[in-house]
């Protein structure tokens, strides 16, 4: 399988930052936003991130041009019918993203591949609401999906080797360092990533160190790009919260539960980078 035509289902910071990676590999990408005036703005975006790189001398003002014609947008999901690869790239909610999966089976061609960029739910659940549960995989991107290069490719029980090969491939082509896991909730680097993150909150909670001490303390002991909190408000901290949530639901261990300031701030609307608010304040 070749992927020419791409659909990505989502125009968030992923879902634009996925369709740039894909657009820069040579392939036409649709990507499908819930209005017209949300995929409109992902292209806008997409166009300052262009000119950024163009100013930069990261990327030719030729090539930056050639990237943004290989991107289009749209609100109706009868615009995907013909990819051969839809990535889906919405809120981290099984019956949303459920509903979706059971949408696109009847909307897209019955041989393409469709993929999940979730970062920790159950894909064989996902795949078993299409009628083609082999043709369904993960493919998780990290964000900044164009600078981390890294993507998890998750098989689930249902999918072909076919699929998970052509995905792998398709992945490679698109200058990514694809690592296969198994549909396990976390995959590989979640798994082990969020339960140290839930742990600085409750060093937090204790008193241990203040919100700067311990971001400051594991960049400098650990050598760690950022703090665990700085970390936790880019991820956003409803993404982080529905991590955990999905690995304590999984494994049934307390340390796993989400920590009590985590669950306090998403009540708050307090997610972090993209609300201007989490556990550092952005607003200034």
Known sequence: MEFQSVGVLGSGIMGSGIAEVVAANGAHVIVRSRTMASA??????????LARQVERGKRSAEDADALRARVDATSSLADLADCDLVIESVVEDMDVKKTIFNELDRSVRHDAVLATN??????IEIAMETSRPERVCGIHFFNPAPLMPLVEVVRPLSASDET???VVQFVRQCGKDPVEVADRAGFVVNALLFPYLNDAIRLYERGVASLEGIDTAMKGGCGFPMGPFALLDLVGLDTSLAIL??????????????????????????????????FYDYRH
Do not use: N
């Not at 409109?40 to 991130?49: I, Q, W």
């Not at 796993?256 to 009540?267: D, E, I, Q, T």
């Open 245 to 278: 949530s999905a690995l304590h639901a999984e494994s049934g261990d307390p340390h796993h539960a989400p920590a009590a300031a985590l669950r306090r701030l998403v009540s708050a609307g307090r997610l972090g980078r993209k609300s201007g608010h989490g």
């Open 118 to 123: 979730t970062s920790t739910l159950s894909v």
């Open 164 to 166: 998970i090969e052509s």
């Open 40 to 49: 409109e703005a992902m292209l806008a975006g997409l166009e300052k991130s």
